[in-house]
């Protein structure tokens, strides 16, 4: 991983737990310096969103629990390659389940309801796989990543 390909932010742990930390950040938004504001949907949502302090929960390698202690400010860091692959894991698998459980339901029988029942099929289905898939410990590489802040 190069330094450009690399999402950083950072923020104080709260909290540690076996095998896992609490991170706190602090929202921010660079909408005050945008020329589009007013005409940006993102600038009405910041605007009417709670833009305090956001928690997440960050796993820790092994032994990385001594490593970190409460009210440390450190660096959380995600991939942007694998920022990418995990949206499509989320987005894709679902629509692609949608997709081909519509067109299993049409073959089997001709009508709409079969291809809408085929559809809603697939859809649960591949947000089950997505579930699934995201609980197991092959997804930790999708998320956050701690990182010390030296010489602050």
Same mark, same amino acid.
């Given at each position: 991983?190069?330094?450009?390909?690399?999402?950083?932010?950072?923020?104080?742990?709260?909290?540690?737990?076996?095998?896992?930390?609490?991170?706190?950040?602090?929202?921010?938004?660079?909408?005050?310096?945008? &020329?589009?504001?007013? $005409?940006?949907?993102? @600038?009405?949502?910041? +605007?009417?969103?709670?833009?305090?302090?956001?928690? *997440? %929960?960050?796993?820790?390698?092994?032994?990385?629990?001594?490593?970190?202690?409460?009210?440390?400010?450190?660096?959380?860091?995600?991939?942007?390659?694998?920022?990418?692959?995990?949206?499509?894991?989320?987005?894709?698998?679902?629509?692609?389940?949608?997709?081909?459980?519509? &067109?299993?339901?049409? $073959?089997?029988?001709? @009508?709409?309801?079969? +291809?809408?029942?085929?559809?809603?099929?697939?859809? *649960? %289905?591949?947000?089950?796989?997505?579930?699934?898939?995201?609980?197991?410990?092959?997804?930790?590489?999708?998320?956050?990543?701690?990182?010390?802040?030296?010489?602050?």
């Amino acid at each position: 991983m190069t330094s450009e390909h690399i999402i950083k932010e950072p923020g104080r742990i709260v909290a540690i737990e076996l095998g896992a930390a609490w991170v706190e950040t602090q929202r921010s938004s660079t909408c005050s310096s945008c &020329s589009a504001q007013k $005409a940006c949907g993102h @600038g009405l949502i910041n +605007a009417n969103s709670n833009r305090g302090n956001q928690r *997440v %929960l960050v796993p820790l390698s092994e032994g990385d629990n001594s490593q970190y202690v409460v009210d440390e400010i450190v660096e959380l860091t995600v991939d942007e390659a694998q920022l990418v692959r995990a949206a499509l894991l989320m987005y894709l698998l679902p629509l692609l389940g949608l997709l081909a459980g519509a &067109s299993l339901g049409a $073959a089997i029988a001709p @009508g709409d309801f079969v +291809a809408a029942f085929g559809a809603l099929a697939g859809f *649960v %289905l591949a947000l089950y796989g997505v579930r699934w898939f995201s609980m197991g410990e092959k997804f930790a590489r999708f998320g956050p990543k701690l990182r010390h802040l030296r010489g602050e």
